[in-house]
């Protein structure tokens, strides 16, 4: 194989690689490309493609991700990974650590870490890479890396609920979340919800956000059922898909343009955490975005005439 064909098979290992260390596509895209221009631009031949890229894509995303954490501090709102519709590589072996490692949920624990640990662990944990591997591509020995793996872990294992569902039970649950929602149906959705059930929504700034983290299965169901019927009059629909590796949805205007992404955490049976994408910047990869601000001004105003 010549260059390309070497890094088109191996394109999607590392875009996989860099989404899990940033939890941006647009982020991990670039960290991609520039790692095409320096293999492309490199007169040395590497004993191993696989391992020069990789180290290569992962030493970008370091750097990447300590500078995106200044940004995020002063990021209007709370802050969610941007969403993936499809993560382009596929190990049959890991298929469940790989779909577990992409969820919102495990990428919100990830920014827990520093960028070192959390390379360590989606290399080592999601990736099965030895340490040797590890060690070059992060440039610590073998030793720190085992080290920096052991805190990872404990970090890890501190934030994750006890109880997890099942891919069927997932599912299930989250048909009858979606049909209740299409229906308006407050009761429905509150039978589904965990009482402590939240509500979290990411805008960035940049479109209609909630004020705050809502809290509580009542307030979340009755949030969630109003706003649904106001938005079905001035024409959105919903598509109910796999959003990282979970339950979720894709909401979209009159004309086919997204408005927000929508994924459920599904936990011992109930739904914990309903979380929500708007911001626009996130959702470009997905398709052309609508101007949210726009419909909210037409569902305010539908509203008023029906009030």
């Not at 493609?49 to 501090?73: C, M, N, P, Q, Y």
């Not at 890991?94 to 960028?115: G, I, T």
């Not at 299409?182 to 990411?202: H, I, P, S």
Request: aromatic share 6%.
């Amino acid at each position: 194989m010549d260059k390309v064909e070497e890094f088109e098979e191996l394109r999607p290992l590392l875009f996989s690689i860099a989404y899990r260390i940033l939890g941006s596509v647009s982020e991990a895209e670039d960290a991609v490309q520039e790692t095409w221009l320096r293999f492309d631009g490199s007169s040395t031949v590497p004993t191993s493609v696989k391992a020069f890229l990789s180290t290569t894509v992962t030493r970008i995303a370091i750097d990447v991700l300590r500078s995106a954490r200044v940004r995020r501090e002063s990021y209007v709102g709370p802050w969610l990974p941007e969403p993936l519709l499809s993560d382009p590589y596929e190990d049959p072996e890991r298929a469940a650590e790989l779909a577990d490692s992409v969820s919102m949920a495990a990428l919100l624990l990830l920014e827990r870490l520093s960028p070192l640990e959390r390379s360590v662990f989606v290399l080592r944990e999601v990736f099965a890479f030895g340490f040797d591997e590890i060690a070059a591509a992060v440039g610590r020995s073998e030793a720190a890396c085992r080290q920096l793996l052991v805190r990872a872990r404990r970090h890890m294992r501190a934030g994750r609920p006890r109880f997890e569902a099942d891919r069927r039970e997932r599912q299930e649950l989250a048909t009858r979340f979606f049909d209740a929602l299409r229906d308006g149906d407050v009761k429905g959705l509150q039978g589904l919800l965990a009482a402590d059930a939240q509500l979290v929504g990411d805008g960035g700034g940049k479109a209609p956000q909630l004020a705050r983290t809502v809290v509580g299965a009542d307030k979340v169901a009755r949030l969630l059922g109003s706003a649904i019927l106001k938005m079905v009059k001035v024409g959105v629909t919903f598509e109910p898909l796999e959003v990282n590796g979970q339950p979720g949805a894709v909401f979209r205007d009159r004309d086919g343009r997204v408005l927000h992404t929508l994924t459920l955490d599904v936990l011992d049976g109930e739904i914990r955490t309903v979380r929500s994408v708007i911001n626009p910047d996130k959702l470009a990869h997905i398709g052309p975005v609508a101007d949210a601000w726009a419909l909210d001004r037409e569902v305010r105003r539908v509203g008023r005439e029906g009030s």
